[in-house]
T-cell receptor, first 113, second 116 residues
């Protein structure tokens, strides 16, 4: 039972354009959502997060949007840079507050110069 | 510098052997986690611990064991009962959030385990 889904395994965009990565979830009890960036053979690094009481959070070139009614979140990167090329994971935290995170399968982003 | 250290980075194990992966953190975090990454499957939770001397099974705990004798350390043992142990293992730690004051989990650099 995949509670957090990233249906696009890969995405390719041109440098300077917008990258939009999508994530869907099924559990309405998730109260916190996070995006992580991961390079090969390294651990994921935290990128940006949003709580379920908000619908948007922005940090520099990165913006996360949350649509609770659709159980959908997205990460926008604008403008995209070649250094953004990595695997992006969305993650959700159950409101049980254990701190554990449920991860999606990841989307590989390639930003072409 | 504060962080999470996993060792070794690469590990080879013969079938039928147990092997222990090390995870140490100096972030003073209460909670620690072990995840496994397989191609196309994202990160799946193996075990987690919120306080010393206490831990809970995650989604794929079968064939694994952990201990949490010290706040800083959360070693993972991959036993011979784990049928497909070859994977990338990631350790993480966090300060469990209270309500909406959640903080993110910090990850180590991972250990690539290969069964030969």
């Amino acid at each position: 039972d995949q509670q957090v889904k990233q249906n696009s395994p890969s995405l390719s965009v041109q440098e300077g354009r917008i990258s939009i990565l999508n994530c869907d979830y099924t559990n309405s009890m998730f109260d916190y959502f996070l995006w992580y960036k991961k390079y090969p053979a390294e651990g994921p690094t935290f990128l940006i997060s949003i709580s379920s009481i908000k619908d948007k959070n922005e940090d520099g070139r990165f913006t996360v949007f949350l649509n609770k009614s659709a159980k959908h979140l997205s990460l926008h990167i604008v403008p995209s840079q070649p250094g953004d090329s990595a695997v992006y994971f969305c993650a959700a935290r159950p409101s049980s507050n254990t701190g554990k995170l449920i991860f999606g399968q990841g989307t590989t982003l390639q930003v072409k110069p | 510098d504060g962080g999470i250290t996993q060792s070794p980075k690469y590990l080879f194990r013969k079938e039928g052997q147990n092997v222990t992966l090390s995870c140490e953190q100096n972030l003073n975090h209460d909670a620690m986690y072990w995840y496994r990454q397989d191609p196309g499957q994202g990160l799946r939770l193996i075990y987690y611990s919120q306080i010393v001397n206490d831990f809970q099974k995650g989604d794929i705990a079968e064939g694994y064991s952990v201990s949490r004798e010290k706040k800083e350390s959360f070693p993972l043992t991959v036993t011979s009962a784990q049928k497909n142990p070859t994977a990338f293992y990631l350790c993480a730690s966090s300060v469990p959030g209270q309500g909406y004051r959640a903080t993110e989990a910090f990850f180590g650099q991972g250990t690539r385990l290969t069964v030969v």
